[in-house]
């Protein structure tokens, strides 16, 4: 059964401090995708990435995939409230069109 | 990217009834699904809703539970049948556009009481 895991599921920081949010498996995907889900709302795809090794940025926002493809972090600088939200990976199930989804990081950023 | 619109947007519903959510997409999609997400919990597929055929659901979820339909490339229902305040969650529509892209609806929030 393939799994992704993340930690940590909760993080509380101060406004300004850096944090990093992982997605681990001992399974390879061809894909990982990073979602980030606010309350009330759906998840909002942040950024796919594909190959292993791949870092992509998104403003204060850096995604790194392992050189295996097994898995993936993300590196939030200087956070803000507005980052405040749930924080989720998805894979492929089976190479398939199929996601799977990790269990989530709650991150609350306090003013 | 496409627009996605879900109705209701939250329920609460008394145990033993039934409720249909829809999805609305402002695009033809091929791929549909529906999940749920559980109160802190991720998201689980529940099923691929077929336009022209029956959905295809996940190991864990059955048909007469969950009877999905897909009249058309941008719309779909799912009824959540005979609820319990087990099935109390978030059931949230996604479609996917391509193979690196899906996107989600803003979800139908159940409370089963």
């Known amino acids: 059964t393939q799994l992704l895991e993340q930690s940590p599921q909760f993080l509380s920081i101060q406004e300004g401090e850096n944090l990093t949010v992982y997605c681990n498996s001992s399974?390879?995907?061809?894909?990982l995708q990073w979602y980030r889900q606010e309350p009330g709302e759906g998840p909002v795809l942040l950024v796919t990435?594909?190959?292993?090794?791949e870092v992509k940025k998104l403003k204060r926002l850096t995604f790194q995939f392992g050189d295996a493809r097994k898995d993936s972090s993300l590196h939030i600088t200087a956070a803000q409230p507005g980052d405040t939200g749930l924080y989720l990976c998805?894979?492929?199930?089976?190479?398939?069109?199929?996601?799977?989804f990790g269990s989530g990081t709650r991150l609350l950023v306090r003013p | 990217s496409a627009v996605i619109s879900q109705k209701p947007s939250r329920d609460i519903c008394q145990r033993g009834t039934s409720l249909t959510i829809q999805c609305q997409v402002d695009?033809?999609?091929?791929?549909m699904f529906w999940y749920r997400q559980q109160p802190g919990q991720s998201l689980t597929l529940i099923a691929t809703?077929?336009?022209?055929?029956?959905?295809?659901?996940e190991s864990g979820f059955v048909i007469d539970k969950f009877p999905i339909s897909r009249p058309n490339l941008t719309f779909s229902t799912l009824t959540v049948s005979n609820m319990s305040p087990e099935d109390s969650s978030i059931y949230l529509c996604?479609?996917?556009?391509?193979?690196?892209?899906?996107?989600f609806g803003p979800g139908t929030r159940l409370l089963v009481l």
């Open positions: 399974s390879v995907f061809s894909s």
């Open positions: 996604s479609l996917r556009l391509s193979e690196e892209t899906q996107y």
């Open positions: 809703a077929n336009q022209g055929s029956e959905a295809t659901y």
């Open positions: 695009s033809q999609v091929t791929m």
């Open positions: 998805a894979a492929p199930r089976d190479s398939s069109y199929k996601l799977i």
């Open positions: 990435v594909v190959t292993g090794g």
